[in-house]
């Protein structure tokens, strides 16, 4: 395969691709490394939430006489209850409801309060916050790892997400002219510039679709606010879109019972498995939120859909998985494509996967970076590195596995800590470790300056097995968590022992040819 | 742009290039975005199709500005090029808009 592109478009691209990916890389490491966790964000919060002592959750035929005991009790949770069909986990009764105000978001939100009844009947309640550890994670995915309010922190990420559509369009362009030649050609062993180079293309290639995806959809989670802006600017709105919300001055009506309400839903959407059921607005709205394997979910983890709560019609079918218009479920596509929600567990693994080769591949992008600009120095005769390279030299090892280390810390903290994690626990101490580690990257010697920080993220990361299986009682998520982070941190220690060895100098045993990708 | 004549590209100046693509690209796919959207008569609620169609549209022309705008031979070119076709982009939204009104 030949494919010719002229000299000097190469030329620019390749240092378009190598500037662009080092203003952008630390960060997307960041979005990588944390989204990756965050494919298996609610299994993660079901392990670290400590379940409230309660009675068993009463039946789905006993829910009415739950829910009636529980306003009762407390009338502001007219406002907005939900009944949960398999209680377990983050969710542990069949009902609940937040008095914090309003439906958590991004990871910070008020406590929830948990209904059951006892034997006698009597109504038992507590209230705790949700474990905030996963999505803090989440949310550090989110803002690219950046402690700033989500309004600031987003259009910074947008900005980075061009970037990064940038780098791939280049890094391409770079790549192809050599594809034939390369792309078989992967050689771990021989100078360490080659060994990343391969390795950086090599995952560059693979993963292209995903990572074309992940920069087209972060653009538009990054700007989906001000786009809005501009449409509502722009475009004109139909005077039908003022009228009131119907349901504000309409008298209270009888919302059916759960198992009611579940059987309309199975007539109207059959094989949709319903997860929750939220009745709102003391009874005059009703949503639900579900799942189906079979068909992309417009959110990370389930689709929704309203209901009329005195009927049990489906009112809106515009997010409700297989049962969507044709333009919305194209619409969803995109979404389930960032979020990995179609396909169910085989799918979260594989984004997991391509995550974590996301993230090597930005680690390796900056190291390539470093060992080119070097090289060309010590062409033109510098002796010392120039403070750029001595900086992003020290930097990326500190930034990385910085990030590694203190998701890692944040995993064992998160069943340990009082109060599931309330305040701002968790951000103390994932940017206390991540400062650490860059703080350890610059005091070592050179030679140790990828080493320490490995070292530091692998002990902690190893750490998170025996919290995993003995914080909790043993389950599958747990054990699974457990193996995930012995994998990954004895992968760590083997990075850390090879990384003892310093780096092969340039010889003349190693052919001269131009460098492509950095 | 760069077809048919063989005098090299330079490399040099590309990020004052990429600056004029990142913010006319703003400019030319938020105006596309308009125009289409009032060409189609599409309503600006995030709950319709259209709405979150437009929304979609957005990120890849201002991605593909992204990688093109560092062929122009300069930063005013960039800058002319871009914004001109911006401009005729959110004059063709302003005429629309007059019709219909």
């Known amino acids: 395969m030949k494919i010719r592109v002229r000299s000097d478009i190469l030329h620019l691209y390749r240092e378009l691709h190598s500037w662009v990916g080092i203003l952008a890389g630390l960060f997307l490491f960041v979005a990588f490394y944390a989204g990756a966790i965050s494919m298996f964000e609610q299994p993660l919060q079901d392990w670290a939430t400590r379940p409230p002592v309660l009675p068993a959750p009463v039946s789905l035929s006993r829910t009415p006489e ?3 005991r529980a306003l009762a009790a407390h009338p502001e949770a007219a406002a907005g209850y939900s009944v949960i069909l398999t209680p377990a986990g983050a969710h542990p009764a069949r009902l609940e409801w937040s008095d914090g105000g309003g439906r958590h978001h991004h990871g910070r939100g008020g406590a929830t309060v948990f209904a059951a009844l006892d ?30 309010p989500h309004d600031i922190a987003m259009p910074i990420m947008g900005v980075i997400a061009l970037l990064y559509a940038t780098a791939l369009t280049s890094g391409t362009l770079v790549f192809l002219p050599t594809l034939a030649r390369n792309l078989f050609s992967l050689k771990l062993f021989g100078s360490a510039q080659k060994a990343w180079l391969d390795l950086h293309n090599l995952l560059g290639i693979f993963s292209l679709p995903f990572h074309i995806v992940m920069a087209v959809t972060s653009v538009v989670f990054a700007f989906h606010e001000q786009v809005f802006v501009v449409q509502h600017l722009t475009l004109s709105t139909p005077p039908a879109m003022h009228r009131p919300h119907p349901a504000a001055g309409a008298p209270p009506v009888a919302a059916l019972p759960p198992d009611a309400i579940l059987a309309a839903i199975a007539r109207q959407a059959p094989g949709v498995a319903v997860d929750s059921i939220d009745y709102l607005q003391s009874g005059r709205a009703m949503r639900i939120s579900v799942h189906d394997p079979r068909y992309s979910l417009r959110g990370p ?3 929704f859909a309203t209901v009329d709560p005195s009927t049990g019609r489906i009112l809106s079918r515009d997010y409700l998985p297989g049962q969507q218009p044709r333009g919305m479920s194209v619409i969803t596509v995109f979404f389930a494509l960032h979020f990995g929600s179609f396909g169910g567990t085989p799918v979260r693994v594989l984004y997991l996967l391509l995550g974590l080769g996301g993230a090597a591949l930005f680690y390796g992008g900056n190291r390539l970076w470093v060992v080119a600009r070097r090289r060309r120095e010590q062409r033109d005769g510098r002796v010392r590195d120039s403070l750029g390279t001595r900086l992003l030299d020290r930097l990326t090892p500190g930034w990385s596995f910085g990030c590694v280390g203190g998701c890692s810390a944040v995993l064992c903290a998160a069943p340990l800590v009082a109060d599931n994690g309330s305040g701002s626990v968790f951000a103390a101490l994932f940017y206390g470790v991540f400062t650490a580690a860059v703080a350890l990257a610059f005091v070592v010697p050179q030679r140790l300056s990828e080493q320490a920080p490995l070292w530091l993220a692998s002990v902690l ?22 193996g995930a982070a012995l994998l990954l941190g004895a992968g760590l220690a083997a990075l850390a022992r090879r990384s003892g060895r310093r780096e092969v100098p340039l010889t003349s045993r190693h052919r001269p040819r131009p460098v492509q990708a950095a | 742009m760069s077809a048919g004549t063989a005098t090299p590209i330079p490399t040099a100046g590309w990020s004052a290039r990429l600056l004029a693509g990142l913010l006319t690209g703003a400019a030319l796919s938020l105006g596309t975005m308009a125009l289409i959207g009032r060409l189609l008569d599409c309503v600006p609620s995030p709950q319709t199709v259209g709405a979150q169609a437009l929304m979609w ?15 122009f031979r300069s930063a005013a070119r960039a800058w002319i090029v871009l914004g001109g076709a911006s401009a005729l982009v959110w004059l063709g939204w302003w005429v629309v808009q007059e019709i219909a009104a």
């Open chain 1, 66 to 68: 739950l829910i009636e």
């Open chain 1, 119 to 148: 034997d006698h009947g009597a109504l038992v309640t507590a209230r705790q916050p949700a474990s905030t550890a996963a999505g803090f994670i989440d949310v550090l995915h989110q803002q690219i790892g950046l402690p700033l």
């Open chain 1, 301 to 303: 983890t389930s689709g």
């Open chain 1, 461 to 482: 990361t190893l750490a998170v097995a025996p919290i995993a299986v003995l914080a909790r009682p043993v389950s599958s998520g747990a054990l699974l968590l457990a």
């Open chain 2, 57 to 71: 549209l957005v990120a890849p022309i201002w991605c593909a500005v992204m990688a093109a705008c560092v062929l």
